[in-house]
């Protein structure tokens, strides 16, 4: 037995990051066990930080947001390899790591290698390859994110057949790619590959992408998708893949169709880090999906056992993993002020065009029988939207129609994860709709769309009434 701590955290992701420091900042000792040689977790090593910075480089390189000004054929770098985009992705991932590293060690936090498993509920082994050592803890914190998801018919390669943590590893970029999963990973970097040229074809087995986006936004994303030749094939499921001697890949769906690529990426969704931690030692148990159940205050079973961020399922972002893992840290030393309302949580969706929303869709508002009302502003008729030459893009509004307070908001197009936090903090604040019109924003720019989209949604509710 070497150390007592107040708070172990296992994982150095968004969550466990957030939570050690809170720890800290409340002057008890953390220790934070991480089983990857650097800190950063899923996020900063092969999630969030690597498919952001790739997409940043797959704009810039392509030319693809200039394209509608100088032409189809503007071309920043002519024949872009995977080589120039991890070259980029790996300077971000190494800044980014050393970010956090230090915030750690300024925090006195201290990062413990290895593999961390449960002997009871107040001690945690940690196993590397210098061999195991128990410490002691009053509180613990499961922090230990996900990973993607496998099939026994699907055998990942990773050349010709990869999941989301090998894309960057490809050694050249694919002719054709098959993207098999339409939830945001799969359609990400199908945006991305499609816009570097590559002829993507994208199966889902639900009738439709992102199943938990807005229709009308999803609809015009699928507009983009097919106008970058991507090839969609919805409602059709993969039952198994084949690496073929001629070094091609064939997606067999359960149609029967068959489907051929260079290149395929399964992207199905993922699965908890929870196989090593032994989780009987506590008496918890996670779900088929790898998931820990835990109660609103992100408490286990187990009462001095804590679990946050991806390990316990939806959203699974690291926006939200962060604020879990406060949250979570608060109240393992009892602290219940922290509060965090899930209604105001926004999504980010970095598809070519972004995407990003707040609040309630028109379906689920139709569900609910609320009566509602909707403006939309065209980037195209605002003048940042000519400037940026993105004039596809729309922000859509949905107000309450008797008394006008903001309901969601839609946004697609360009700088659409930025722009939606102006109507996230109206609609944290309570605001109505009016806010926009009485509000003077900077011209020119995008923040322009809410004004526009308030007053197209005042004249529907009048010219109705
Ligand atoms: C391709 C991709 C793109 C994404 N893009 C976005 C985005 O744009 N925006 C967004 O908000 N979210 C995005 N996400 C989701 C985001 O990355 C996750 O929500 C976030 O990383 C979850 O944080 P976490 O702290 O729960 O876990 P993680 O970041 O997964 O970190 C967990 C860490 O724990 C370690 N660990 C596991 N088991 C043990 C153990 N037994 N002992 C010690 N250490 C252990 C793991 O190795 C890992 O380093 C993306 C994810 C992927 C895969
Ligand atoms: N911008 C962001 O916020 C961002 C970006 C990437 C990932 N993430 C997070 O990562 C997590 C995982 O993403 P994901 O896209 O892997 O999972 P997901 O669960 O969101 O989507 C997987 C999709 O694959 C489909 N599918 C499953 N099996 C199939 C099969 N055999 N054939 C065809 N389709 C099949 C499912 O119907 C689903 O739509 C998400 O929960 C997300 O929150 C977030």
Redesign the pocket.
Known sequence: MSSVYDLIVIGSGPAGQRAAIHGAKLGKRVALVENREVVGGACINT??IP??TMREAVLHLSGYNYRSIYGMNYRVKERITMADLAFRVQHVIKTEIDVTQAQLSRNNIEVLTGSASFEDPTHVRVSNSRGTTVYEAAATLIATG?K??T?PKVPINGTTIIN?DLVLDLKTLPKTMII?????????YTCMFAALGVRCTL????PR???FADQEIVESLSYHLRDSRVTMRLN????SVESMDDGTVVAN?ESKKKVTGDTLLY????QGNVDELNLPAIGVEADNRGRIPVDKDFRTKCPNIFAAG?VIG??????VSMEQGRVASARAFGDETILSNPSYYP????TIPEISFIGKTEEQLTEEDVPYEVGVAYYREIARGQIRGDTTGRLKLIFHRENHSLLGVHIIGEGASELLHIGQAVMALGGTIEYFVDTVFNYPTLAECYKVAAFNGLNRVSKLD
Do not use: C, H, N
């Not at 098999?180 to 990400?188: F, L, Q, R, S």
């Not at 199966?203 to 639900?206: K, S």
């Not at 992207?267 to 993922?270: E, H, L």
């Open positions: 999630g969030t498919s952001k996900t993607p998801a099939s989301s098999v999963g339409g939830g945001v990973i799969g359609v990400e199966i889902e087995r639900r992408l992102l199943e059709e499921e993969v039952e769906l992207a199905v969704g993922r991806d939806f959203p699974s972002l690291a926006s999504y980010g969706i970095y």
